[in-house]
């Protein structure tokens, strides 16, 4: 079953705009990871949020949690072509040894 | 650093053959990990090694084994390919047991059963 479910399942935006995903959760986490994937690669690890933070920075990228809503965010600022890409979340719940994958947002970004 | 690294890139089976998927780690990880990923699907875990010398079934291992063959390493084996088993299959490795490190991936070897 998912855990986690990101929304929408495909954004497609011009460069230089914001582009925003969500991920929503059932049960209570330890952490929640975002990965990104390109076309016939393999996942690329973005950033990790513990239970216990609120917000996380790293470079264009920033990731909010919400543990009170099940639900965190991964907002890619002034996005570039570079940024095409599937982005999943993936969940540790609280009462599990197992990292759970969501189905991805599929993110296409045009010039 | 070559990071995680999978073989094949490709594979066709016919239903009935064997095969095994080797990956390699050269990051010193610890801990090791089988994902198969389908359309629709998210990533499932197969199995994974949480350390060297110790492998665990995750939510999908039937139709799977394994072997961690020393720290760097970590084998899948199909014994009777099903065209159930068509799917990209992905090796990550983690610093730390427990997912509280980043996973790192391979490239995949997309597996054709027919």
């Known amino acids: 079953s998912q855990q986690g479910e990101e929304d929408p399942q495909a954004l497609s935006i011009q460069e230089g705009e914001n582009a925003t995903m969500n991920c929503s959760y059932k049960?209570?986490?330890?952490?929640l990871q975002w990965y990104r994937q390109n076309s016939g690669r393999g996942l690329v690890h973005l950033i990790l949020?513990?239970?216990?933070?609120r917000e996380k920075h790293s470079g264009r990228l920033r990731v909010t949690l919400d543990t009170s809503k099940k639900s965190s965010s991964l907002l890619i600022t002034a996005s570039r072509a570079a940024d095409t890409a599937s982005y999943f979340c993936a969940t540790l719940p609280g009462t599990a040894s197992k990292l759970t994958f969501g189905t991805g947002t599929r993110l296409q970004v045009t010039l | 650093n070559a990071g995680v690294t999978q073989t094949p890139k490709f594979q066709v089976l016919k239903t009935g053959q064997s095969m095994t998927l080797q990956c390699a780690q050269d990051m010193n990880h610890n801990s090791m990990y089988w994902y198969r990923q389908d359309p629709g699907m998210g990533l499932r875990l197969i199995y994974y090694s949480a350390s060297e010398g110790t492998t665990d079934k995750g939510e999908v291992p039937n139709g799977y084994n394994v072997s961690r063959l020393n720290k760097r390493e970590f084998s899948l084996r199909l014994e009777s390919a099903a065209p159930s088993q068509t799917s990209v299959y992905f090796c990550?490795?983690?610093?730390?047991?427990?997912?509280?490190?980043?996973?790192?991936f391979g490239n995949g070897t997309r597996l054709t059963v027919t």
């Open positions: 049960t209570s986490i330890n952490n």
């Open positions: 949020i513990r239970s216990n933070e």
């Open positions: 990550a490795s983690s610093e730390s047991r427990g997912y509280n490190s980043p996973l790192h």
